[in-house]
């Protein structure tokens, strides 16, 4: 399998479940072969019919969001040839049969072989004749997600060849980056005169010039990499294993004491953690300051003492992504917590902290204070300096801005003996009032500022809707359930959309922990019709000491097929509750400006992906190991997050509609969507007006009229009356429209006599435009006379343009077959083009 990415609740896990390889095409043919000097070892028999083994996996993320796990015949095409992009063919898909629990490692598969397989042939023994050679396979594990029973190029983390859990094993050294050192191969030869490697060569490669080469019998044989020379197994049933890498394996210091165990987290985040640089952490500083601690708990065997330093060196490191299990100190949170004043806080844009909540027979409403009451100080201290020092128990924090919603979120818990808190407040329409409030048992006011406030946890991993407004609504709340039914609801949802023409979909991601970053990145490509890079990963690589980012590790979208691609335009919305996979898909749609981004805050800022590693007293640490990048090679989301485009205002009028229940940032997506991109924009010019020849070209050839990319759709009764029809023009592009004015009537003559009493006027971007600066035309059409003024419009600078037609009949006409009232026709259109 290849490499996929988790991100689990707040997190983004780049599981290393397998590794894609990149190399360029090596040359593989030479005059002359080099024969296997030792013995090769051969197990003999009428070769493999049936193949069983063992699969075992350490890492905790393994079966995360896996719904329908393979267990296949994966065709080496891709390593042979050093190709990254290869697809399995389909036709050379064996499926084998999982015999065991699968979510109980280890597992077991069996799986039958075909008489003769479908692979792609491969000729490496270098002998310079052109002959079939063999075909070549791997046992490897995957998972099903997009389509029929079979692996397509999605499934395959768009192509290449497996590294992990897989009967290979492959080396993430730069110098010989995944390149295969180890493991089985089932190999098949149509005839007995066939070659294959028996050893790697001085250059330490597979299929290269200078392999040794043996005879290989016809049929089915299983190479082993891991003797020298390569063994052949031919064997009825042989048994082969699939091979969990160092990379992805499961680091363990449970076993270890409390400072041993310190020394080698420490050590591990010093080499691994992504982001030293960038939040220039001194590691050895660190250590030196949290050391003691681990020693004096070692000391007196206090496994809480332990875990609070646990805790306090963990905090002490400003990434969303660093966590640990906290079972050992929820009495702690639970003391530290337990009280409450019967109010929560909010700070708005102009810097007030208020009450955004207060509890009825609360003690914040029993000393009179009332919703929106500005908190001044609490036992004397401005509420903001209060504020400021608060350390919440969500610690840490990549995102300062989130940090600081938590710290308001836990600046009014205390601990019950706490007895009472002296608050200065001001009401909205009184003067400023000191009370002591009494700390009290109350969690309504704390569970009302949680982030997740009004989620249901049994919600569907996408659920999808058609809003009043006439939008399509899909709720993401995470990437990392059932992945098959992720994808199904997803792909019935956008096909509702385009099959009832939905004019746009709003996105809503703010209640999203992440998941798993491929099936992220994969949800944003249906809203793109190419393949486009989303970035990158660097990790530490133990070889060099460094950290290492392969060019064709790259992160891609891959569309679907175009009747499951929607093109309209697209809100998403996001908030300090979209982490990790939710800020990468969030990220991807920004891309090209697909969509626009509206929140009241931003994203949370969880960039880059995490390994768990188990500590003393049962408790598993989280740290940040890859050092994600966006398309440019820039460190994008850590520490800044999505940035909505159109920010939601937090003031005391958008929080008390909120507290009344009405969602302000989905209201406002509705605002956004239902605008045009470039509403508001002042363009920089008008539109180029085409000459008559070229506004000819552009009628006759078959350029869009302005209505016709109108919104607005009208008959023609609507055309009948006096009166103003507007025509709204959404633009994803600049390109060539023909605006145009046309009267037919019975005869020329009832056509002439029409025009004494028409009048025509144009309007440009505020300016009339002189009728001689139009085309006219006229010409026969549906057996009626027809008089054309038009011209072709092109190169719109991005904003909003304002054009109108005006035809004032002086008097009544009738065109032979209908009458027309006097007065003004007038034709409005609105032009938009996202800047």
């Known amino acids: 399998m290849k490499t996929r990415s988790f991100q689990i609740a707040a997190s983004i896990l780049v599981l290393c479940i397998a590794i894609l390889a990149c190399a360029p095409k090596l040359d593989t043919t030479t005059a002359t072969p080099i024969p296997t000097e030792a013995t090769v ?18 890492n905790f993320f393994f079966t995360e969001g896996v719904a329908q796990p393979v267990i296949i015949l994966e065709d080496q095409g891709g390593f042979v040839t050093r190709d990254r992009k290869f697809l399995i063919p389909v036709e050379s898909q064996v499926i084998g049969e999982i015999t065991s629990d699968f979510y109980t490692s280890p597992f077991t598969y069996s799986m039958s072989l ?10 490496v023994d270098h002998d310079g004749v052109e002959e079939n050679g063999v075909m070549i396979f791997a046992v490897a594990y995957w998972t099903n997600t997009w389509g029929d029973p079979f692996l397509e190029r999605r499934d395959q983390g768009g192509g290449g060849w497996s590294g992990a859990y897989a009967s290979t094993k492959v080396t993430d050294d730069p110098e010989f980056y995944l390149e295969v050192t180890g493991g089985k191969y089932l190999v098949y030869a149509e005839d007995g005169s066939q070659q294959f490697p028996s050893g790697f060569g001085d250059d330490k490669k597979l299929f290269t010039d200078d392999d040794p080469i043996m005879d290989l019998p016809a049929g089915w044989s299983v190479i082993d990499l891991d003797q020298s020379p390569f063994s052949i197994d031919r064997s009825e049933e042989p048994t ?14 449970s076993g270890l004491s409390y400072t041993e165990a310190f020394d080698g987290m420490a050590e591990k985040f ?70 409450g004043l019967g109010f929560a806080m909010r700070e708005t844009d102009d810097g007030k902290i208020i009450a955004n909540f207060v509890l009825d027979g609360g003690p914040a409403a029993e000393a009179g204070m009332t919703w929106g009451a500005e908190i001044i100080s609490l036992d004397g201290v401005s509420t903001a300096d209060v504020v400021d020092k608060v350390t919440p128990w969500s610690s840490p924090f990549s995102n300062p801005q989130i940090k600081r919603l938590q710290q308001l979120r836990y600046a009014t818990r205390f601990t019950m003996d706490k ?22 048992n109350e969690f309504d006011s704390f569970n009302f500022s949680s982030f997740r406030a009004g989620t249901d946890a049994e919600a569907l991993p996408v659920e999808f809707d058609l809003l009043p407004s006439g939008y399509g609504y899909i709720k993401i709340s995470s990437f990392l359930d059932n992945d098959v039914l992720s994808i199904q609801v997803w792909e019935r949802a956008i096909k509702y959309f385009n099959d009832n023409q939905v004019p746009g979909v709003i996105l ?19 809203f793109f019709d190419k393949e486009i890079v989303v970035g990158n990963s660097a990790h530490y690589n133990k070889a060099t000491g460094e950290f290492y980012m392969d060019p064709g590790d790259e992160n891609i979208m891959i569309p679907p097929r175009v009747e499951l691609q929607y093109g309209g335009p697209v809100v998403v919305m996001v908030g300090p509750n979209c982490a990790s996979a939710c800020e990468f898909f969030s990220y991807n749609m920004t891309i090209n400006d697909r969509a626009t981004v509206v929140g009241q805050y931003p994203s949370e800022g969880a960039g880059g992906s995490v390994e768990d590693f188990s500590m003393p007293e049962d408790i598993t640490v989280q740290l940040t190991i890859g050092r994600a990048v966006g398309v440019d090679g820039n460190i994008h989301l850590e520490g800044s997050g999505v940035v909505p485009d159109v920010r939601v205002p937090v003031t005391f009028e958008t929080l008390q509609k909120s507290a009344n229940g009405e969602d302000v940032v989905l209201a406002a997506a509705e605002k956004v969507i239902s605008e045009p991109q470039g509403a508001g924009v002042t363009p920089s010019g008008p539109p180029e007006m085409a000459s008559a020849a070229a506004a000819s070209s552009a009628l006759t050839s078959g350029k869009s009229f302005l209505e016709d990319l109108a919104r607005e759709k009208y008959d023609s009764a609507d055309y009948g009356a006096p009166g103003t029809l507007t025509f709204t023009i959404p633009l994803t592009k ?20 029409n025009f004494k009493n028409i009048e025509l006027k144009f309007v440009l971007g505020g300016e009339e435009i002189p009728l001689e600066k139009f085309r006219k035309e006229d010409l026969e059409s549906g057996g009626q006379q027809c008089r054309l003024y038009y011209t072709a419009l092109s190169k719109w600078p991005a904003g909003e343009h304002h054009l109108s037609t005006t035809a004032t009949f002086t008097a009544a006409i009738n065109d032979g077959t209908s009458d027309y009232e006097p007065g003004d026709y007038v034709l409005e259109y609105a032009v938009y083009l996202k800047p």
Not at 49 to 55: E, S
Not at 316 to 333: A, Q, Y
Not at 422 to 437: D, I, R, Y
Request: charged share 30%; proline share 3%; net charge negative.
């Open 240 to 253: 082969i294993e699939l091979y969990e890498p160092e990379s992805a394996a499961h680091v363990d210091f």
């Open 508 to 526: 809503d991601l703010r209640n999203n922990g992440g998941g798993s970053g491929w099936l992220a990145d994969q949800m944003a490509a249906y």
């Open 41 to 58: 070892a051969v197990v003999e028999g009428g070769g493999p019919k049936t193949v069983t083994g063992t699969v075992t996996y350490t």
């Open 270 to 339: 010093k080499n691994e953690y992504a982001f030293t640089e960038l939040k220039k952490i001194d590691w050895d500083a660190k250590a030196e300051e949290f050391r003691p601690r681990f020693e004096e708990a070692e000391k007196n065997k206090d496994k809480h003492a332990y875990a609070l330093a646990l805790r306090d060196y963990l905090w002490s490191i400003p990434d969303t992504h660093v966590g640990f299990g906290t079972d050992l100190l929820d009495e702690d949170f639970s003391v530290e917590t337990a009280g």
């Open 114 to 123: 075909p008489s003769k397989p479908n692979g792609t042939l491969h000729d």
């Open 734 to 753: 600049t390109d060539t429209l023909v605006w145009l004015y046309a009267w037919c009537a019975t005869s020329t003559e009832i056509l002439n006599q």
């Open 419 to 440: 007895g009472e808190v002296e608050v200065k407040f001001k009401n909205l329409e009184g003067a400023e009032k000191t009370a002591k409030l009494e700390v009290v």
